[in-house]
Every structure is written in C-alpha cells, then in structure tokens.
C-alpha cells in the first residue's frame, strides 16, 4: 500500500473516531457551507467526480481539514456498495487532495469494507461508531 493511500486511510479514521455517533439513529448533519463550497469548487476542477455526494462528517483542527463523503448506495446480495471521497487538506495548504474508493458495508456483520488496488475486498479501520453507521448506511428505502 502506498504511502499516499496509508496517509488517507490514517486521516479517515481519524475523522470517524473523533466523532462519537449514537448507538441508535445516527444520521449524517447537514453539509456546512464551508464544505458544500470546497465539495463545489474541487468537483468544478476536476480533481472531485462531479455526482450527488452526501457529506458524512469532517475533522476541523490547525493540522488537517478533512472529510468525508458517501455516494451511489445500492444494494447487492453481500450488503450495500457505494463510493466514498475524503476531502483532505494539512496545515493550512492551499490545495486540497481527494481520494475516491470503492466501499461497501457488510450489514449483517455490522462492519465496512473497501476495494484494494488489486481490486480485492478488505476490511475498513474499525471505530466506535461503525455499527451506527454501518446500519444508516444499509437503511435503504
């Protein structure tokens, strides 16, 4: 694994386990402005996939700025499949860098997965808030 891709799983983490979530009833909050704005321009240049995300939460200390976004859930016979992108800047830079990857949440194991370069299935860093998630993240209509 990269360094690159190290460093983001690393930061990622971070932001899930710096944000408790309920045990019940955990639902992403409304995209604040100044990650709508940042979502906005990185999907204007290109550097984003231009879709529909749907913010998940974010990290906002003097080192890093990151967050995250989910995108295209669908269901499938192992759990729910979706794109996910980290929003990552440190120490006040000014560019931001983005990491799209494949996911999905395996619901009736409560955890999440991620698709490797080698195009294989492998487990997600494990946080407190998982199962909440996991379980908002399989709550399809």
Known sequence: MSIKVRTAMVVLAGVFSSLSAAA???SPAPEPAVWAQTRQQLQASGAMTDRPWQFMEALETPEVMA??????RSRTTAGVEFDAALLL???AAATWQVRELRMRALCNQQR?????????WVDYVG???TTAKVAWICDLP
């Open 24 to 26: 019940e009833g955990w």
């Open 67 to 72: 967050g995250e976004y989910l995108s295209g």
């Open 89 to 91: 800047r440190r120490n």
């Open 112 to 120: 999440l997965q991620r698709r490797s370069v080698e195009n294989q």
């Open 127 to 129: 946080r407190d808030d």
